[in-house]
């Protein structure tokens, strides 16, 4: 199996607008203060979160659909926009309303493995996972693409494949960002049970070389126990539980 190693040179990587020296230098922490008024099917909700998420630390979000997972995750994508707080990354502030700074998505360094995938239609599977290089490298890309099995069908198209096959995809196109912080919403959830177990392996070498925090949605409790340091519990919006799997799953 080809290592990562291979495919991410943590040397490479920078924080956005180079305001800090090389990623990972210092104690790098990932300081969340928001709310932001929420729509679900239950009603209207308010997702509120005060989190600090350390060097390194792989983070689980657990919770029932509408918890405000996915939108905790777009809106450190800078996807979404609060209604009022704060966040900053490795001491740059990427969202401030008091003071109106609010960073574009491509200048926070994120790589994000959507829910629904995301993959552009009209890219086949090979220009999907180079368009998301800084730097476009062909072996890189063809590291990528032996890793997760996608060789054969490099030329193909996303209405092409399957869920799993897209999943894999979108993981690749993730890691090729080289991000600073890796965002993963279900990354494992369309795949067969021998590939799940692959990709948590891949998950966790690819957190450990980005020397990054990631922050992974999941329902499956095997899994977060696999891969977690921490997990949070999200319930209408709110915390209601931290800790370690085996301290929150008790």
């Not at 990354?89 to 109106?100: E, I, P």
């Not at 829910?115 to 009209?122: E, I, T, V």
């Not at 795949?191 to 990631?214: G, P």
Request: glycine content about 8%; aromatic content about 6%; charged content about 20%.
């Amino acid at each position: 199996m080809i290592l990562l190693k291979k495919i991410i040179n943590k040397t490479n990587f920078s924080s956005p607008l180079g305001l800090m020296d090389e990623f990972g230098a210092g104690g790098s922490v990932l300081s969340i203060h928001i709310e932001r008024s929420m729509l679900t099917s239950e009603g209207k909700s308010l997702l509120k979160v005060d989190l600090e998420i350390a060097k390194n630390e792989l983070l689980c979000l657990f919770g029932h659909s509408g918890a405000g997972k996915t939108t905790l995750l777009r809106i450190l994508a800078g996807l979404v926009t609060p209604d009022r707080g704060y966040i900053s990354f490795n001491g740059q502030v990427w969202y401030d309303s008091a003071k109106k700074i609010n960073l574009p998505p491509q200048l926070r360094n994120v790589g994000y493995m959507f829910q629904d995938y995301a993959l552009f239609p009209n890219m086949s599977v090979r220009k999907n996972i180079e368009f998301a290089q800084k730097i476009k490298n062909a072996g890189e890309v063809d590291n990528l693409l032996s890793h997760f099995g996608l060789e054969v069908l490099q030329k193909q198209y996303p209405a092409r494949l399957s869920g799993g096959q897209k999943q894999r995809v979108a993981l690749a196109r993730a890691l090729a960002a080289k991000p600073n912080l890796l965002l993963l919403d279900e990354p494992l959830s369309a795949l067969d049970y021998e590939m799940r177990l692959n990709l948590q392996d891949e998950i966790l070498k690819a957190h450990h070389l980005l020397n990054s925090q990631t922050l992974l949605v999941s329902h499956d409790k095997d899994e977060v126990f696999k891969l977690a340091d921490t997990v949070v519990m999200l319930r209408n919006g709110v915390i209601t539980a931290k800790g370690k799997p085996e301290e929150v799953f008790v």
